[in-house]
């Protein structure tokens, strides 16, 4: 990436590093080295978030008047790269990346002039209402229901697969305001106070023991009808755009800090790893290519949704096999349970690997994201 950087680019890029170096507390590197999720939990989330929030620099990719930087896209990924270099925790993105540019976009000035400024400082911790236990990849067959009483609508159901919402006072919801004709033509977008009377949060441990999801329930939830985005019963418009900054991203970062971080600890005279890692780090310079690419002018929003779907299947599968690679390094020491005392890397390789095999499930999982593909591509050509 170094050969499309200026000189003002390769300056700002040491000056991301200084700050690093400085301002980021050695406890909470070693937390995000020893993290075995995307989502870190708040506690370490939420100090960083706070650090770059007193500097300015909390959301790159918003734009200035709602209190973004101003940098160039090149220039977020500068950061981005930086940050997952000098390892600092990923910042929680259902508010940040998710909810956030669709009331940019949807909201209205009251909502922006609530939300945004909690989003920025952490105040509100956010979680996504959109998987049901009978609608995943069909999402658009969700059934939470959203019935109309007078300027609330009363909600009964239940959301599952729900990340952090032991921890959020917000949740973004699809609901079901409307029957017939195509399904997607009945749901609503809502946002939604977690402290609401009759909100019970049910915790799921997974496989590799981590408690980061949950079932959400409903039970005769009133919810303001001041509090939807967009037009009643066009929810799945804001939920699509929604999707393409969770699907989208850069996954690549955090990846090669990784696969540098499994370089420390593989025997060298292992070839058959090494050559797997330099395979590896092959993927991961395409997949940066892509990323690059993805900041192009001139793409269209099919462009951008397309590519979205790429970049997530890209993405989770490369992780999925630094997971493989890291297994077969750890060897059998890797499923001792760990200590304090144990090796960061050597800690985090099984949670880590069990906790992956959903990444590429959620958000869609990524066999649709080949159908978005194909669609589009199919498309295109007729």
């Known amino acids: 990436m170094d050969a499309l950087l200026s000189p003002g680019d390769l300056a700002f890029r040491d000056e991301v590093r200084a700050f690093l170096a400085a301002a980021l507390p050695d406890d909470l590197r070693r937390a995000t080295r020893r993290a075995t999720s995307v989502f870190i939990d708040p506690a370490i989330s939420l100090a960083w978030q706070r650090i770059l929030h007193a500097r300015g620099w909390v959301a790159p990719d918003w734009p200035e008047r709602f209190g973004g930087t101003g940098w160039s896209e090149l220039r977020r990924y500068i950061f981005a790269a930086e940050c997952a270099r000098a390892r600092a925790p990923a910042l929680a993105p259902m508010g940040l990346k998710m909810v956030a540019p669709v009331l940019m976009h949807y909201g209205s000035d009251a909502q922006r002039a609530h939300y945004l400024p909690r ?16 609608a995943g990849s069909d999402l658009a067959a969700l059934g939470l229901r959203a019935a109309d009483d007078g300027d609330d609508y009363v909600l009964n159901g239940s959301k599952i697969w729900t990340t952090h919402a032991q921890f959020a006072n917000r949740i973004f919801c ?53 509090n939807r985005l967009g037009a009643e019963n ?22 090669i800090a990784y696969l540098e971080q499994l370089r420390t600890v593989c025997d060298p005279l292992s070839v058959m790893v090494r050559n797997r890692l330099a395979t590896a780090a092959i993927e991961l310079d395409a997949l940066q290519a892509l990323e690059l690419h993805a900041m192009s002018d001139g ?7 397309m590519l979205a779907s ?18 077969e390094i750890g060897g059998v020491d890797a499923w001792a349970w760990p200590s304090d005392d144990t090796p960061d890397t050597q800690a985090v390789i099984v949670p880590r690997y069990l906790n992956n095999r959903a990444a590429s499930i959620y958000g869609g999982s990524n066999e649709i994201q080949r159908d978005i593909i194909a669609r589009q591509l199919l498309g295109a050509i007729e």
């Open 119 to 134: 989003i920025l400082s952490g105040e509100d911790y956010w979680c996504q209402g959109f998987s049901e236990p009978g």
């Open 174 to 226: 699809l609901v079901r305001t409307g029957q017939g004709g195509r399904p997607q033509a009945g749901i609503s977008f809502l946002l939604i106070d977690m402290g609401s009377p009759g909100i019970r949060v049910d915790p799921i441990v997974t496989l590799a023991g981590d408690h980061e999801l949950n079932q959400v329930f409903f039970d005769d939830v009133r919810v303001p009808k001041a």
């Open 234 to 255: 066009d929810g799945w418009t804001v939920a699509k755009h929604l999707l393409t900054f969770e699907r989208g991203g850069r996954y690549a970062p955090p990846l």
């Open 299 to 305: 793409l269209s929003p099919a462009d951008h949704a």
């Open 310 to 327: 790429m970049l997530k299947i890209m993405g989770t599968e490369a992780s999925q096999r630094l997971d493989d690679i890291a297994l």
